[in-house]
């Protein structure tokens, strides 16, 4: 048996959890993306192939890239935004693709916040 490098342990659990998780137009896929610095998100609707929404700690005006709280405060700010954005297309439900990262952390914060938010994940 060959030892796998990280990256390819991540593409693993990515293509494993993108089997069971289709995105709609009422109730798009929101995937994460987490950077050392940043965090990103995307609301997609995979029967079209299109992005209904995103939000990012990079540019978005309402998200403080760094703060008091740090990087998980910022991650809740991440997932509010991304909520108000599908609430404004009228979109009260999302699945949540973890994207291969642990529900933990800066990614459990993100979906906290959309919930908080008033989205069903």
Excluded: W
């Excluded at 693993?12 to 965090?39: A, N, Q």
């Excluded at 992005?51 to 910022?74: F, I, M, P, R, Y």
């Excluded at 909520?83 to 990614?107: I, P, W």
């Amino acid at each position: 048996m060959s030892a796998q490098s990280k990256q390819q342990r991540h593409s693993r659990r990515k293509v494993h959890i993108r089997k069971k998780l289709r995105g709609t137009p009422e109730r798009p896929r929101l995937s994460v993306f987490r950077s050392l610095k940043h965090i990103y998100v995307q609301a997609i609707d995979d029967l079209n192939g299109r992005t209904l929404a995103s939000a990012c700690s990079l540019n978005d005006a309402g998200v403080a890239t760094t703060g008091e709280g740090g990087k998980k405060s910022v991650s809740v700010a991440v997932g509010k935004a991304i909520a108000m954005r599908l609430k404004e297309k009228n979109v009260e439900r999302a699945v949540f693709d973890r994207n291969g990262y642990l529900y933990h952390g800066r990614v459990k914060a993100l979906a906290d916040g959309a919930r908080e938010a008033g989205l069903q994940l």
